[in-house]
């Protein structure tokens, strides 16, 4: 009887949960499932079960707070609707099929702080809108095929560790506002388009432990002041249009700063990876 009475609370309990999960959030969830393909997913949703048993959401306190659907064979445009998720703190969509613009509503998301849609096929600008996100450490878009300028807007995303947006085509020179991300870890802009002189301001990111530039168009010399970056373990600066080549650093020892310039143009280089 006792067991019965446990058996019969626990299920009260579950369907109380399911019933407060707002039906706005349900709704944005039925929209991201329709949008990518849901049915061929490798881990799909029974959309008749309560949400608290669809693969890769987290609830807490009646809030969504958490998707993390990487590897999962999502096809298709994500929907404008996953703004309405604004409880949000993690999404990782990484390694899927996804395509076409990156929708402006992830703005409203303002709880995140972790944003990966890596390894994908995202395409167009990346959304200036996306410098609203206060609360985001880490930003990781690389592998896709985002176009256009680092909007100036990310630069005020002053919590960032992590800004991964290497294997695009991104274009334009770096923001010299970038000096703002003070709590910068890794910052990877390799394997772009980008252009312009490398600026000193990146010296003032004193937590940097990886930075890599390397195959864009960038010019001019490596600033001397990059010795005050006295975290850092990995560099690579190489394939671009500096004044010298420099060999492409990785490791807990690196060497100085001042011994990274090429002598007789020999090197030794690392595997470049985010």
């Known amino acids: 009887m006792k067991t019965l009475k446990l058996i019969i609370l626990f299920s009260l309990v579950t369907v109380y949960s399911f019933a407060n999960v707002s039906s706005n959030q349900k709704d944005a ?28 959401v987290k609830i807490e306190n009646n809030k969504i707070v958490e998707i993390n659907l990487q590897f999962n064979n999502l096809q298709g445009e994500l929907p404008s609707q ?37 390894m994908n096929r995202f395409e167009g600008d990346i959304p200036s809108e996306l410098g609203k996100l206060k609360k985001l450490e880490s930003l990781k878009l690389y592998s896709n095929k985002f176009t256009g300028n680092i909007p100036e807007s990310l630069m005020e995303l002053t919590n960032l560790k992590e800004l991964l947006l290497g294997s695009n085509f991104l274009t334009g020179n770096i923001p010299y506002q970038i000096s703002a991300l003070s709590k910068l870890e890794k910052l990877s802009l390799m394997d772009n388009k980008m252009d312009g002189e490398i600026p000193v301001e990146i010296a003032q990111l004193t937590n940097l432990e990886e930075l890599l530039l390397s195959t864009n168009q960038f010019t ?19 394939d671009n249009n500096l004044n010298q080549e420099y060999i492409s650093v990785s490791g807990k020892n ?21």
């Open 220 to 238: 001019g010399d490596l600033p001397i002041e990059f010795i005050n970056l006295t975290k850092l373990t990995t560099i690579m600066v190489s």
């Open 82 to 118: 996953i703004g309405d998720l604004t409880s949000l703190q993690k999404i990782n969509l990484g390694f899927n099929k996804i395509t076409g613009k990156l929708p402006v509503t992830i703005a409203n998301l303002t709880e995140l702080t972790s944003l990966e849609l890596f």
């Open 254 to 274: 690196p060497p100085s700063l001042m011994q990274l310039e090429l002598q007789n143009s020999t090197a030794t280089m690392d595997i470049e990876k985010d």
């Open 29 to 56: 969830l039925i929209a991201l499932y329709n949008a990518t393909n849901g049915a061929e997913w490798n881990s799909t949703w029974d959309l008749n079960a309560s949400i608290d048993t669809w693969y890769g």
